[in-house]
């Protein structure tokens, strides 16, 4: 079975500080995919990443980086220098492989204070 | 690219009555999703369409739940006798055949009173 956590129900930062938003996952497959999406108040999901699971070199797309360490299950999402736009809730997501159905974590509230 | 489009919105009806969502996906995109959302929640798949066939299921859609995708093109779902149970926020996405991310829509959200 696979399982996504997302320990973090909420998060609370004052805008500019760094913000890591935890996601560590279980599965048996041994070729998979994990993603970020975000979720602003307007509801609509906004994808943001997808990372296979043979490709552990992280990435970093302007004040977004991401840490994938297979060893211990986790694909954390850091932003860098927070901005109020960035409120909003993220998930993190796996899909195993020779399946379309994404599992997802519960999510975490990123609230920047201005 | 004018992204996945959800119609209604907003739904809002009586218990036992019957509604029916509509999805348009990304026009190239030959795969289709459903997934409902409920508050606090992340995302629960429903079902996944490879064109016009309808290919997996989620233990989640009961006989109550139909969902088609005639001429593989748009989507609905249906949902017959709604429960207070059923409200939630209904979600659809496409992806193609080369990516596997998904795209999603804006949602409906149905409210059964």
């Known amino acids: 079975a696979q399982k996504v956590t997302q320990a973090q129900t909420e998060i609370s930062v004052v805008e500019k500080e760094d913000v890591t938003l935890d996601c560590v996952y279980e599965?048996?497959?041994?070729?998979?995919?994990l993603f970020w999406y975000k979720q602003p108040p307007s509801g609509e999901l906004v994808f943001l990443i997808r990372?296979?699971?043979?490709?552990?070199q992280n990435e970093i797309s302007g004040r977004y980086s991401w840490n994938f360490q297979k060893s211990t299950s986790s694909f954390n999402f850091t932003i860098t220098a927070s901005q109020v736009v960035d409120s909003a809730v993220y998930f993190c997501a796996l899909l195993g492989a020779g399946s379309y159905q994404l599992t997802f974590g519960k999510g975490t509230k990123l609230s920047v204070i201005p | 690219d004018t992204g996945v489009s959800q119609d209604p919105r907003h739904k809002i009806t009586k218990r036992g009555q019957n509604v029916t969502f509509r999805c348009d996906p990304i026009?190239?995109?030959?795969?289709l999703y459903w997934y409902r959302q409920t508050l606090g929640q992340g995302p629960e798949f429903l079902t996944y369409f490879q064109n016009e066939a309808q290919l997996e299921k989620s233990r989640l859609l009961s006989d109550r739940f139909s969902a088609e995708r005639p001429k593989g093109s748009f989507s609905t779902l249906e949902i017959q006798r709604t429960e207070q149970g059923d409200s939630a926020m209904y979600l659809c996405?496409?992806?193609?055949?080369?990516?596997?991310?998904?795209?999603f829509g804006q949602g409906t959200r149905l409210t059964v009173v």
């Open positions: 990372r296979n699971s043979f490709d552990e």
């Open positions: 026009s190239e995109h030959n795969r």
């Open positions: 996405a496409s992806s193609s055949g080369l990516r596997f991310e998904a795209f």
């Open positions: 599965t048996r497959d041994t070729t998979y995919y």
